[in-house]
């Protein structure tokens, strides 16, 4: 009798042992970014991604700031600056969504009108570029005129299977699929890491999609790797959202295993 009540204990141990391993690297497998590149020892060198700074478009809207010297003189030109309250922002959005500048508008024609200095264009400008035009036209009015050029609406959409689904206003214009990805909570579990579509607007008006295989180190290196104005991020559901998670998976296995377990014993004490 007590050799098979030990007989039962140990298959009982050993199928929750498998049963835990084996859901263990399967959930890991399938939510791990970055799976090539190796868990200790010496990492191979991943080529970083050619930063492009994003132009300006018709209807982005634009924080220009002018200053020098005596602040007051220049005032009215940051006018169009006053801080207005986002609208149509997530709740659970970080504290840099709660509020977005007002800013100057780029017009249909690509120029942005500004008190005093009147209308200056800067489609197709970086804000680099745009700096420098705007600057340019500040110092016929001001000496020493000092210019800030900043997106106030550099945004991103991001939608699907991550935490915190919403429209996001970065904090600026170099902003990486991970960093929006953190900035939205992260994926869920039923997210598809290896296929990430990233929607892009091109300068037509049209769209063009993109697929991301956030499981690559080759992500790191990769043309879309950073993000423009606009950009949509999509992280499609698995197939089996509806099923259980594999943490529930396992439980239910672990479950099963252990009924199982207690069979055995009890047909091994009734023989």
């Known amino acids: 009798m007590r050799k098979h009540f030990l007989l039962g204990t140990f298959l009982f141990i050993f199928v929750l042992t498998f049963s835990t391993f084996f859901f263990s690297c399967n959930s890991t497998k399938k939510i791990k970014y970055f799976q090539d590149l190796a868990d200790s020892g010496s990492l191979k060198t991943v080529v970083s991604a050619e930063y492009k700074a994003p132009v300006i478009q018709i209807d982005d809207i634009l924080t220009i700031i002018v200053s020098n010297a005596d602040p007051l003189s220049t005032a009215v030109v940051n006018v169009g600056n006053i801080p207005v309250s986002s609208i149509g922002m997530?709740?659970?959005?970080?504290?840099?969504?709660?509020?977005?500048?007002?800013?100057?508008?780029?017009?249909?024609?690509?120029?942005?009108?500004?008190?005093?200095?009147?209308?200056?264009?800067?489609?197709?400008?970086?804000?680099?570029?745009?700096?420098?035009?705007?600057?340019?036209?500040?110092?016929?009015?001001?000496?020493?005129?000092?210019?800030?050029?900043?997106?106030?609406?550099?945004?991103?959409?991001?939608?699907?299977?991550?935490?915190?689904?919403?429209?996001?206003?970065?904090?600026?214009?170099?902003?990486?699929?991970?960093?929006?990805?953190?900035?939205?909570?992260?994926?869920?579990?039923?997210?598809?890491?290896?296929?990430?579509?990233?929607?892009r607007e091109n300068s037509d008006g049209t769209k063009t999609p993109y697929r991301i295989n956030l499981k690559k180190s080759d992500i790191l290196s990769n043309p879309n790797y950073y993000l423009r104005q606009n950009d949509i991020v999509y992280v499609e559901p698995r197939k089996a959202k509806s099923d259980a998670t594999d943490a529930s998976q396992q439980k239910y296995v672990t479950i099963a295993g252990a009924l199982l377990s207690i069979i055995l014993v009890l047909a091994y004490r009734v023989k």
């Open 90 to 199: 997530p709740l659970s959005a970080p504290s840099l969504n709660q509020q977005v500048s007002s800013g100057y508008l780029v017009d249909k024609e690509g120029f942005v009108e500004l008190p005093i200095l009147g209308k200056i264009k800067v489609l197709g400008y970086t804000t680099s570029e745009a700096k420098e035009v705007i600057r340019a036209v500040a110092l016929k009015y001001y000496k020493d005129a000092v210019v800030i050029v900043r997106y106030a609406n550099f945004k991103i959409s991001i939608t699907g299977e991550v935490a915190k689904p919403g429209v996001y206003v970065m904090p600026n214009e170099k902003v990486s699929i991970i960093d929006a990805i953190a900035i939205a909570g992260d994926l869920t579990i039923f997210g598809k890491r290896e296929n990430v579509l990233l929607i």
